[in-house]
């Protein structure tokens, strides 16, 4: 049974940073690509970066820039440095990972990220 636990939300000033970290266990055969997603009160989950096994990155056009994805030397957790955070940035944050060799998708319970003017 794989899991994904995050951690790393909170309450921030606009202007200020946060680092949320999720970790992936359990799984026989490995993780692939990893990122993060969002979803604000009243809209859609969306992609905000993600990062393949090989260290690859994609960031939504919203976040590039101030956002930075990355993972460690075991390929199991995976970070995202938020600078320069803006109100609108407020969401819950949700960890997402692939495993290999099956691509069956898991997800995180999700952290919640508040952002204040």
């Known amino acids: 049974q794989v899991q994904l636990v995050e951690s790393g939300g909170g309450l921030v000033q606009a202007g200020g940073s946060l680092r949320l970290s999720c970790a992936a266990s359990?799984?026989?055969?490995?993780?692939?690509?990893m990122g993060w997603y969002r979803q604000a009160p009243g809209k859609q989950r969306e992609l905000v970066a993600d990062i393949t096994s090989g260290g690859s990155t994609n960031y939504a056009v919203s976040v590039k820039g101030r956002f930075t994805i990355s993972r460690d030397s075991a390929g199991n957790t995976v970070y995202l440095q938020m600078n320069s955070l803006k109100p609108e940035d407020t969401a819950v944050y949700y960890c997402n990972a692939v495993e290999r060799v099956i691509w069956r998708e898991h997800w995180g319970k999700g952290t919640l990220v508040t952002v204040s003017s």
């Open positions: 359990g799984s026989p055969f490995g993780i692939g690509d």
